[in-house]
C-alpha cells in the first residue's frame, strides 16, 4: 500500500468505512481531515505517529484525531476495517493525536457491520447516518479505556539508529554496549538520549518491543508460544510467560487463543495489571 486506495478526503458522505483485505504494506506519511478509528480484523498492524508508535494486532484499535500525521505498515495479509467520521459528528474529540484502546465486542460487531457502507455511500442515507452517529457517540467512551501499549519515538538521527538497530535484534542478547556502537554514540550518551528524548530508559524499550513483537507474532495463524519466546530473546519459557502476563495481563497461550477465535479480551484484568505497573 505505497498509495491510498481512494482518496477518502474527498468524498461527500460524513461518515463510512474502508475495508479490504491487503497484503503485507507499508503506507507513506500522511493525514486525512476526518477523524479515522483503525481497525484490523484479522492481522496485526503497526501505526506510528511523531511521537509514538503502536502495534495493532486484531483486539486493538487506534482513533486518530483529525489532521494526525500518520504512516502505517504490516508484515502480514490484514483485513482492514477503518471507519472515517466528519470531525462535526464527534461530540468529544481524543485528547493527543491518538489514542489505542482494546476493542470490546460490541464495537467490533458495529466495525465489522460498518463494512456495508463505503467510501461511495450516498452522502445522504438516513439508516447510515444514524448508525454512524450512534458509533461516533460510543467512540469517546470506548476511547476512554486507552492502554499505554506504545514505544517513544526518537528526534535525532543518533538514537533513531539506536532503536532501529535494537527492533533489527529483539531475539539476540542485546548489550548496550552494542547499540550504543552502532548509534555511534558512548553508552553514558545514548542513556542520557534515551531519557531526555523519548522518557524511557534502553532497558525499557527493549522490553517493551519485545512484548509488542512477541504479540504480533502470537496473532499470526499457527503461532507456537515457545518458539515466539525465543524469537524475541527469551531464554526461558516460564520467564516469557512472566514477562508477557505482566505487561498485557494475560498469558501468552490465553492471548493466542483468544485472538485466533476472536473473542474478547480480559479488560479488566490487563487494565489492573497496568495500572500495578505504573504504580
Known amino acids: 500500500m505505497t498509495k491510498p486506495l481512494v482518496d477518502v478526503d474527498v468524498m461527500p458522505a460524513l461518515a463510512f468505512c474502508l475495508a479490504d483485505e491487503l497484503a503485507p504494506f507499508s503506507s507513506r506519511w500522511h493525514a486525512h481531515r476526518k477523524h479515522q478509528l483503525l481497525y484490523s480484523a484479522r492481522g496485526a498492524m503497526h501505526l506510528e505517529v511523531e511521537q509514538a508508535q503502536w502495534l495493532l494486532p486484531p483486539q486493538r484499535a487506534a482513533w486518530l484525531r483529525a489532521g494526525t500525521l500518520h504512516r502505517v505498515r504490516a508484515s502480514q495479509p490484514v483485513s482492514l476495517c477503518t471507519v472515517y467520521l466528519e470531525p462535526k459528528l464527534v461530540r468529544a474529540p481524543p485528547e493527543g493525536e491518538c489514542r489505542v484502546f482494546i476493542i470490546e465486542p460490541l464495537a467490533r460487531e458495529m466495525l465489522l457491520y460498518s463494512t456495508r457502507w463505503g467510501p461511495e455511500r450516498p452522502p445522504k442515507e438516513p439508516v447510515a447516518d444514524s448508525f454512524f452517529g450512534t458509533l461516533a457517540h460510543l467512540l469517546p467512551e470506548w476511547a476512554m479505556t486507552a492502554q499505554d501499549w506504545r514505544l517513544p519515538r526518537a528526534r535525532t538521527p543518533e538514537l533513531r539508529k539506536a532503536m532501529a538497530f535494537t527492533l533489527e535484534h529483539l531475539g539476540e542478547s542485546l548489550l548496550l554496549e552494542d547499540v550504543a556502537r552502532a548509534a555511534g554514540l558512548s553508552v553514558r550518551t545514548l542513556s542520557r538520549r534515551f531519557e531526555e528524548e523519548a522518557a524511557t530508559t534502553w532497558r525499557r524499550f527493549l522490553h517493551d518491543a519485545r512484548m509488542l513483537r512477541a504479540m504480533e507474532l502470537l496473532a499470526e495463524e499457527g503461532a507456537r508460544v515457545t518458539q515466539t519466546a525465543y ?49
Open 231 to 279: 524469537e524475541v530473546g527469551f531464554e526461558s519459557l516460564a520467564a516469557f510467560t512472566h514477562a508477557f502476563h505482566a505487561f498485557c495481563g494475560e498469558r501468552p497461550r490465553d492471548f493466542r487463543q483468544r485472538v485466533a477465535r476472536g473473542a474478547e479480551p480480559q479488560v479488566q484484568g490487563a487494565a489492573a495489571t497496568r495500572r500495578r505497573r505504573a504504580g
